[in-house]
C-alpha cells in the first residue's frame, strides 16, 4: 500500500533558524512522483516542488532545499533562515502513478516566531 | 492567468441535504481532482477527471458524484449529508495525466 509518513506534528522555530520536514514514504510504484505543498492559514495549498523517482538530484530554490534519498525512502524539506511568512502547514505528497492521485501525509505545522 | 476557481467559498447545509460545488481548472488544464480535507488531516482524494472521463476514484460512498464539463470545468456533489462531511473541498487541475497539480482556495462545506 501506498503511504507517506510525516512524523513531526508541530516544530516551532525562531527568525532565522534552519529548519528540516521530514517525510517517508512507502510505495511499490517504480516509477512515481513526491510533492511538497504548503498551506497557509488561508487554507489554499500551495505547490512548492515534484520530483520523480528517477532524479536523485538535491533541488534548490532560494531558501527552499529537498533532499530525495530513494535508499531510506525520505524526501525532506529544509528552509533555510526562516521567516515569520514561512509559518504554514507543510504536506509531503505521493502520487499513484495509474491514477494520478495524490496521497498526502498527515501535514507538519510550522510555527516561525519573529 | 487565472488559478484554479471553486465556488462558493463557504457553505452551511443540513443533514440529508444535496450539495454541488463548482470548480474551474487553470485555462489549458484538461485533468480535474477533487480532494476532502478534514481539521487536522491532510486531503483525501475523491475524484479524478481527465478529458471527460473519470480516471481515478477514492474510498468515498457512492452519495459522492463528480461530472467535468466539455469546457474541463467540474462539479462534485455529495447527497445526503451527513455531519461528517464537514470539511474543506478542494479541487486540483493540471495540465495533462502526471503533472503537478495546482490547487484552488477550496469551499468549506459545514454540515449542522
Known amino acids: 500500500a501506498q503511504k507517506v509518513t510525516q512524523a513531526q506534528t508541530e516544530i516551532s522555530v525562531v527568525e532565522k533558524e534552519d529548519v528540516t520536514l521530514d517525510c517517508v514514504y512507502e510505495?511499490?510504484?517504480?516509477?512515481?512522483?513526491l510533492f511538497w505543498y504548503k498551506q497557509p492559514p488561508s487554507g489554499e495549498l500551495v505547490f512548492l516542488i515534484r520530483?520523480?523517482?528517477?532524479?536523485?538530484q538535491n533541488e534548490i530554490s532560494g531558501r527552499y532545499s529537498w533532499n530525495f534519498q530513494k535508499s531510506t525512502s525520505s524526501f525532506n524539506f529544509t528552509i533555510t533562515a526562516s521567516q515569520v511568512v514561512d509559518s504554514a502547514v507543510y504536506f509531503c505528497?505521493?502520487?499513484?502513478?495509474?491514477?494520478?492521485?495524490?496521497?498526502f501525509g498527515t501535514g507538519t505545522r510550522l510555527q516561525v516566531f519573529p | 492567468d487565472a488559478g484554479v476557481t471553486q465556488s462558493p467559498t463557504h457553505l452551511i447545509k443540513t443533514r440529508g441535504q444535496q450539495v454541488t460545488l463548482r470548480c474551474s481548472p487553470i485555462?489549458?488544464?484538461?485533468?480535474v481532482s477533487w480532494y476532502q480535507q478534514v481539521l487536522g488531516q491532510g486531503p483525501q482524494f475523491i475524484f479524478q477527471?481527465?478529458?471527460?472521463?473519470?480516471?481515478g476514484r477514492g474510498n468515498f460512498p457512492d452519495r459522492f458524484s463528480a461530472r467535468q464539463f466539455p469546457n474541463y470545468s467540474s462539479e462534485l456533489n455529495v447527497n445526503a449529508l451527513l455531519l461528517g462531511d464537514s470539511a474543506l473541498y478542494l479541487c486540483?487541475?493540471?495540465?495533462?495525466?502526471?503533472?503537478?497539480?495546482?490547487f484552488g482556495p477550496g469551499t468549506r462545506l459545514t454540515v449542522l
Open positions: 510505495t511499490r510504484d517504480t516509477t512515481y512522483y
Open positions: 485555462s489549458g488544464h484538461k485533468s
Open positions: 520530483r520523480n523517482s528517477f532524479d536523485e
Open positions: 477527471y481527465y478529458e471527460k472521463e473519470e480516471r
Open positions: 505528497a505521493l502520487n499513484d502513478y495509474n491514477t494520478d492521485k495524490l496521497i
Open positions: 486540483a487541475s493540471s495540465l495533462v495525466f502526471g503533472n503537478e497539480q495546482f
